[in-house]
T-cell receptor, first 112, second 115 residues
Framework: TQLLEQSPQFLSIQEGENLTVYCNSSSVFSSLQWYRQEPGEGPVLLVTVVTGGEVKKLKRLTFQFGDARKDSSLHITAAQPGDTGLYLCAGEGTYNTDKLIFGTGTRLQVFP | NAGVTQTPKFRVLKTGQSMTLLCAQDMNHEYMYWYRQDPGMGLRLIHYSVGEGTTAKGEVPDGYNVSRLKKQNFLLGLESAAPSQTSVYFC??????????????FGPGTRLTVL
């Protein structure tokens, strides 16, 4: 079974700080997605990375897919209260290609 | 364009009761999914459908049944609810053009408590 573990599980920071969230596995993934989920709502897709070493930027958010396609990171520069939410990574397995495997999530709180 | 809608938003059941959760999408998506979300465990796939009239088991299908009689609707049934089924349930849909990595659009969730 392919698993995705995220760290840290919880993160509380002040507005303006930088942070990095990690998504790790011992297995290779064909592609990896990052979602953000706000309280009381469903997850919303932020980005999909498909190539080992790929870096994608979405305003203040930078996503990177590991060279070996076993891990990914999300870096937020100058965090804002609007970044508060649950961040989930999800991967398409190389063995179980009939579903996405979701990570355990990182809950981020940004205080003004 | 409502996207993905789920009814009800909240429900409390007693052990052994049954209920059906309804998911509807107006985006003409082929694929639909039911997930459950529990603290510290991310989202786990219960059942999914790749088209009208088709269903398949996901990672945690036991205790649940589904039906997709119409393309726009995907129903999740609990025949005999158990406390272990207390969770937040999310429905999602996608075009399916790139298989399961297509962007999935999620509904707002149903919070179910089984006493």
């Amino acid at each position: 079974t392919q698993l995705l573990e995220q760290s840290p599980q919880f993160l509380s920071i002040q507005e303006g700080e930088n942070l990095t969230v990690y998504c790790n596995s011992s297995s290779v993934f064909s592609s990896l997605q990052w979602y953000r989920q706000e309280p009381g709502e469903g997850p919303v897709l932020l980005v999909t990375v498909v190539t080992g070493g790929e870096v994608k930027k979405l305003k203040r958010l930078t996503f990177q897919f590991g060279d070996a396609r076993k891990d990914s990171s999300l870096h937020i520069t100058a965090a804002q209260p609007g970044d508060t939410g649950l961040y989930l990574c999800a991967g398409e397995g190389t063995y179980n290609t009939d579903k996405l495997i979701f990570g355990t999530g990182t809950r981020l709180q940004v205080f003004p | 364009n409502a996207g993905v809608t789920q009814t009800p938003k909240f429900r409390v059941l007693k052990t052994g009761q049954s209920m059906t959760l309804l998911c509807a999408q107006d985006m003409n998506h082929e694929y639909m999914y039911w997930y459950r979300q529990d603290p510290g465990m991310g989202l786990r796939l219960i059942h999914y459908s790749v088209g009208e009239g088709t269903t398949a088991k996901g990672e945690v299908p036991d205790g649940y049944n589904v039906s997709r009689l119409k393309k726009q609707n995907f129903l999740l049934g609990l025949e005999s609810a158990a406390p272990s089924q207390t969770s937040v349930y999310f429905c999602a849909s996608s075009y399916g053009l790139e298989g399961f990595t297509d962007t999935q659009y999620f509904g707002p969730g149903t919070r179910l408590t089984v006493l």
